[in-house]
Structures are given as C-alpha cells and as structure tokens.
C-alpha cells in the first residue's frame, strides 16, 4: 500500500508521525508532504513531496492529512487528493473547530473518507458542529500512544519521584503557551477567544504572587513557548513578570524558559500543568496530574471541551482563576492520581488508523464508495 501524509502545524503532524512510522515498519511506502514539523520530525527514508507537487493518483491508496488553523497546505494537498479519487483519512489532534476543518481557504468544503476523532466527546462534539456522522470514527490519538511508556522512563531516571509516587520537596509548576494572540486576535476584540496569551500570562503572575507564602519553598515555574510562538518575546515577558512578582512578594521567581528538547521530560516531571487549551494539559490530565485550564471571559464554546474532564480545574473567568488557582499551585501534592482509564483507547490509535488505511484502500481498489459508523 501507498500512503500519504500532510500535515500543516505540529499538532497535526505529530498526530501522524506516530501512524506513518508504523505503516513503514509494515512494509508499507510512505510518501510524506515535505513541510513543517512533518518534514523537521519525519523519517529520512520516507519518499518527501514538494509542497507545491502533488503525486499522480494513480500511485497512492490513501491519504492522512491533518488541518491547521494558520497553514492551508495540507488542505490544499487533500484537495488534490480528492479530486483525483484517493481516500482521505482526516485526524483531528484537539477538540476544537470541528467542522471548520472541512473548509478551505475560499470556503470550500472538503469531507474526507474518515473524519478520525479521539474520543467519544470529540465524536459528539464534532457531529454537532455540523461534521457528517457516517465519517466520524473514534480511533484514539496517534500522539498519545507512548505516552505511557514514555512516563515510565522519565520516572526511572528521575531523582524527586520517590517509589511510593510522592514528589520532591519544590511545587514544579509547567506553564504552557500559546499563540492565541496569533490566531483569534487580542483580547476584547471581536471574533477573539476572549484573552489571549498576554492577558493569562498576567494572570498566573498574580496568582503565583496570591499563592506565594514565605514558611513553605518556592514553586519552580517551567515556561513553555508554542513552537509558533517568537521564544525572545516569550522570554522577555516572563523576564518583566518575574521582577514584578519580586516586588509584590520580595522573593525571587524560580523560573526558566522551557528548551523544545526538554518539553516532553518536563510535562512528566512538573506535578501541577496550567494552561489555555493545549494538547499537554490534556496529556497532564490522562497522567493524573493536577492540570489547570485557564481561559477568562472564554467566548468561543467550542474551546469548552477540557471542562468535561472530571478533575481538570477549568477557569473561565478572572475571578475564578483567583479564587481556585492560588490554592492549586501553593498545595503540595504528595502523591499523583493513577492514569486515567482513557489512556488505553489512545495506545491502538496508530494500528486502528492503518486499518482504517487499509479498509479504504480495498474499498477503492474496488471502486465501491465506503460506508463508514463512528465507533
């Protein structure tokens, strides 16, 4: 089987990495759109395609393309793909803007084979937004699979973790951006997420002061910059915000901008994840860890998903995040809870996709159109 993939941001791409890596151990080709964190993170020996030169039909059996809300290129690749007859196989990697991933830049609607979801939340949430219910299929996200094998070898190497699971003597706090700013525009401005990244970086400085007390040791802070995000900008802000933290509580904040290479060590090793809607927090939450969304005066709904997790703290409002995270992020957690049970249905996601890969494959060799159920 020839397969392709495309993928325009790092969310997207690396939900397909894992799923391409797996069709190639399985003897399958793999031809890979040569673009972003697709191309930076994807295997040598894969067959790269130009993004502006799509391959003749006839040579591919199918095609896994994940949208972007900033980077039309795989959208434009699944275009070429449809109109030459392959199989698409869409993965969403978050749960937000359903339905808007079936349109192009001019608007034009594309519905792939298999709209593949996460979970049964993102399946009902997607058929909602308007995303045909005979193209949604639940096959768990293809990210996820090693997240648990992958929290295993952290904490082998790892010096605070005792063998009981209770953590060090230091709060390790992991703040992860994001380019809302970028995407949805700044705050108050109409059509926005209602914050952006600026206003919740304000925020967390304020309840990191409401939560400092002089008897117990200080949180260390790790900031984790968006790959889109400008890294200098990014710095310079926690820079501002870490003096003006030293003048309201007079001690010095332990913080450090996060390296990309250490963002994944750093998830396992932080006991308390706060954030917008990033993808970690929901990792965070799958581990058992204490994660904490924050999104005042939260104007898009879709972006609503992470508060139906039980036990993810969820803060839409200003005054929320007061009242709840000063006490999330001075408590010592002295032990993490247990994975969630959802953690299994992520770790088949790869071989489920290329299953699903398969099926439409053998559909479309014998030109008969698929019908597919959400799982």
């Known amino acids: 089987m020839r397969v ?17 890596r797996l069709a190639c151990q399985r003897g399958h080709t793999v031809l890979a759109m040569a673009h972003g964190v697709l191309r930076q993170e994807g295997d040598e020996a894969w067959s790269w395609v130009p993004p502006g030169r799509f391959p003749q039909a006839e040579n591919l059996d199918a095609m896994f393309y994940a949208t972007s809300v900033a980077d039309w290129t795989a959208f434009r690749f699944a275009q070429h793909a449809r109109a ?6 869409h993965v ?39 995303v045909p219910a005979d193209s949604v299929i639940v096959t768990g996200h293809p990210g996820l699979t090693k997240l648990r094998h992958e929290r295993h ?23 992860v951006s994001e380019p809302a700013l970028k995407d949805s525009g700044q705050a108050g401005r109409q059509g926005s997420r209602g914050y952006d990244e600026i206003v919740v970086s304000h925020l967390l400085l304020r309840c990191l002061s409401l939560a400092h007390r002089p008897d117990q040791p200080l949180a260390r802070l790790s900031v984790v910059p968006h790959p889109r995000e400008d890294r200098n900008g990014v710095e310079v802000r926690w820079t501002e915000l870490a003096s003006q ?25 932080a006991n308390v994840i706060v954030g917008m809607t990033s993808i970690l927090l929901y990792e965070a939450w799958l581990l058992g860890k204490h994660a904490v969304s924050v999104q005042p005066n939260l104007q898009n709904d879709e972006l609503r998903a992470l508060a139906e997790r039980d036990g993810l703290v969820f803060c839409d409002s200003e005054d929320a995040a007061i009242r709840t995270l000063p ?15 959802d953690l299994r249905l992520h770790e088949q996601a790869s071989t489920t996709l290329l299953a699903l890969a398969e099926r439409c494959s053998g559909i479309h060799n014998r030109n008969q159109k698929p019908t597919m159920r959400p799982a």
């Open 153 to 175: 070898t952290v904490l082998e190497g790892a010096t605070s973790t005792e063998e009981d699971g209770s953590v060090g003597s230091q709060q390790h706090i992991m703040f």
């Open 327 to 341: 006490s999330v992020l001075s408590h010592f957690a002295q032990r993490e809870l247990a994975p969630r049970p």
């Open 245 to 269: 933290y030293t003048e309201t509580t007079g001690s010095m904040l332990d913080w450090q901008l996060t390296p990309p290479d250490q963002v994944r060590e750093t998830l396992h090793g």
């Open 92 to 130: 969403l990697d978050n749960w937000s803007n359903y339905a808007n991933r079936l349109l192009g830049p001019d608007s034009h609607r594309l519905v792939p084979d298999v709209y593949a979801v996460m979970d049964d939340l993102a399946a009902r949430e997607a058929i909602a937004s308007g």
């Open 4 to 20: 392709m993939f495309a993928a325009g941001d790092v969310g997207g791409a690396r939900a397909l990495l894992p799923v391409a």
């Open 84 to 89: 030459q007859g392959v199989p698409l196989i």
